[in-house]
């Protein structure tokens, strides 16, 4: 996503007096480091341009056009960048009434032990004579969140300097912690009106562009106000094509402050096919265009595939804090397993080292963090357990490129996993499946390694309570723990030396709306694995280069359980929806059935307890609903199951009272 300018000129009202013809220096990214130069100690490449979003081990840095940055996690054990520093070409401050600097940065500010005390340090330098000597200027502190702001710096002390130079540092004492990550630094005159478009929603290569045919797609975006006076409005646009543009008026925005902006009436996506969008805001006052704009696009679809969340979550039974861990992914599982996929991937146990699968499989994902217990979401971002339901509901609307199925048994002492992906929209590239098989409940010997540590043992740091555990009354360490979700083997077998998928597995080229099948019978089940309780995961990532989602899992879904013998192993249900969800009186349970069969339908309380049952039922293919009264349900969580001979399928029910 570039910024363009725009030979426009529009009338609308603002407070600016001063002419603002250009930034004294302005140095974004988007074409090159030069004049910019880099300078790091340690082997490591110090600041790079990259563009989309970069995965660090302690969270995720968002697209921002193209930015630089160090991400000194990703590199290799005997590499490091402490210090790096990126160094401006020399600039005058002469004869600016109110010089000030401004720039966009992404910074965690993390650190890794204390003792011997290990910190991010983050600064910005400058000098007067040319760059032979450097004072610091000031401190980058962390962003809320992790989430890109604007820092502005007043440099009026330096006025009367005609050969001034930046410098912006990084280091971390040799910690290999996260990095920070810098964009569109400018030496302006804040005395003039200058406005500026910081970001556009949705980002063009994200999984917020799509939109099924015949929806409403609005566009937004932020918009900086860089002079020292407040602007009292300004006008956004959006231009789809060669359309007509339409365009919003918009508030005020203080000085050096930003404002949020929508622009109404939605555009209506008209087909299944990719539009570029333009995007800008204008100010009376501003002469200065060239960050006023931005492109984006938007991508219609026939349908929105049904988007599952797939949660990895870094745990082990040494880790006394991840007891946090088991009780926030049980819950989110009881809450809505039919819309989310959850593996517990162990370190340092005896479930990681259970086989050279879960080691890999560990090796990954500790890989993608900075401490335990961890989630890494979609592969694409790092959060706390604690934050899932939030995390759920916040990307629970992503697009998810494809439907998908699966159907799983165990025969002859292996797993064979049969898995269908329909996409929604033409997918060219190197797209693939990886499966997981996880088993829930592996348990070990007390006073073994099997252990589970539990530091909120007594109640001192807090509740932490889910159904069969109440960590705050039980001992540290606790034993006889039945964990759950426990990652017990991938395909491919070593994910870590060969993530993102089996090659092959899907064509390059699939077609909107049809349905792609892969088989695979690698698996063996273990002697210590309980089949019974095994559950197979399949992702759909994306391994193609230069894609902004490469790496990324794209869709996740789980089979119910697995059966044994030898069964046809097309899938019968999908598509299945309980709604109203949470309900007081009614519900109903949507469904399609791929072909004719017997259903079953059940509901089963969080004790197992079958609450209702209806008669086996002889059913056609095609859309399916069921009627269930739930005004003498108990206030709590219940499991919808609807089976057939092929298998089953289930989602959460919440009563409320």
Not at 221 to 246: D, I, K, W
């Amino acid at each position: 996503m570039k910024k363009i300018l725009l030979s426009l000129t529009f009338a609308c009202i603002g407070l600016g007096t001063n002419t603002f013809a250009a930034p004294i220096m302005l140095q974004n990214f988007e074409t090159a480091m030069a004049p910019w130069t880099v300078a790091t100690t340690g082997g490591g490449g110090g600041w790079t341009i990259v563009s989309g979003a970069t995965a660090t081990q302690l969270g995720t840095i968002a697209a921002h056009t193209k930015y630089a940055v160090v991400n000194e996690g990703a590199l290799a054990a005997s590499t490091y960048n402490d210090p790096t520093t990126m160094k401006s070409p020399t600039f005058s401050l002469v004869g600016i009434a109110a010089p000030y600097l401004s720039f966009d940065y992404d910074y965690f500010q993390a650190w890794l032990s204390a003792s011997p005390y290990i910190h991010e340090h983050a600064w910005i330098d400058i000098s007067t004579d040319g760059g032979t000597t450097f004072s610091l200027l000031d401190s980058i502190v962390y962003t809320s969140g992790g989430a890109w702001q604007t820092k502005f710096e007043n440099l009026a002390a330096y006025a009367t300097s005609a050969t001034c130079v930046l410098r912006f540092g990084y280091d971390d004492g040799g910690g290999k912690i996260i990095g920070v990550a810098i964009d569109n630094i400018m030496v302006y005159d804040a005395a003039a009106t200058e406005i500026g478009l910081t970001s556009v929603a949705p980002v063009a290569g994200t999984a917020a562009d799509f939109f099924a045919v015949g929806t409403g797609a609005t566009f937004s975006g932020t918009v900086m106000n860089y002079s020292t006076a407040a602007v009292s409005s300004f006008t956004a646009y959006y231009q789809v094509g060669t359309a007509a543009p339409v365009s919003a008026a918009s508030g005020s925005i203080p000085a050096m402050s930003s404002a949020p902006f929508s622009i109404t009436p939605a555009y209506t996506i008209p087909s299944a096919t990719q539009q570029s969008v333009k995007i800008w805001v204008t100010c009376t006052g501003e002469t200065y265009l060239n960050n006023d704009s931005m492109n984006t696009a938007v991508v219609g679809v026939a349908f929105m595939p049904k988007k599952r969340l797939m949660f990895e979550e870094a745990t082990g039974t040494w880790c006394g804090w991840c007891v946090r861990g088991i009780v926030y992914m049980d819950s989110l599982w009881r809450a809505d397993s039919n819309n989310v996929n959850i593996v517990s991937v162990h370190n340092s146990d005896p479930m990681q080292s259970d086989n050279a699968s879960s080691v890999a499989y560990d090796q990954l994902i500790s890989g993608k963090i900075s401490g335990f217990p961890s989630m890494v979401i979609d592969r694409r971002e790092v959060s706390d357990p604690s934050n899932c339901f939030t995390d759920y509901a916040n990307e629970g609307a992503y697009y998810g490129y494809a439907d998908m199925g699966i159907k799983a048994k165990t025969t002859t002492g292996k797993v064979i996993a049969s898995v269908k992906v329909k996409p929604a929209s033409d997918m060219t590239g190197d797209y693939r499946i990886e499966l997981i098989v996880e088993e829930d409940g592996p348990s070990g010997a007390a006073g073994s390694t099997w252990d589970q540590h539990n530091y909120y043992s007594g109640g001192g740091s807090g509740a932490m309570q889910t159904i069969g555990y109440n960590f705050a009354t039980l001992p540290n360490p606790v034993t006889g723990v039945k964990f759950p979700f426990v990652g017990r083997a991938t395909v491919p077998a070593n994910v870590n030396t060969t993530p993102n998928g089996v090659a092959g597995s899907l064509p390059g080229t699939m077609t909107s709306g049809t349905t792609y099948t892969w088989t695979d019978s690698s698996v063996v089940i273990a002697s210590n694995w309980v089949a019974s309780k095994l559950r197979v995961i399949a992702l759909l990532i994306d391994n193609t280069t230069g894609n902004t989602t490469k790496g990324q899992i794209l869709n996740s879904i789980s089979s119910p359980g697995l059966y044994t013998g030898v069964q046809d192993e097309t899938m019968v249900i999908g598509n299945m929806n309980v709604f109203p969800n949470p309900t007081n009186d009614m519900a109903h349970i949507r469904f399609e059935l791929t072909e004719a069969t017997t259903v079953n339908f059940s509901v089963i309380d969080v004790m197992g307890r079958v609450v209702f049952s209806a008669p086996a039922e002889q059913m056609n293919a095609g859309n399916q609903q069921i009627n269930i009264s739930t005004a003498d349900y108990a206030a709590g969580v219940y499991n919808v199951v609807i089976r057939t001979d092929k298998g089953q399928v289930s989602q959460h029910l919440s009563v409320i009272r």
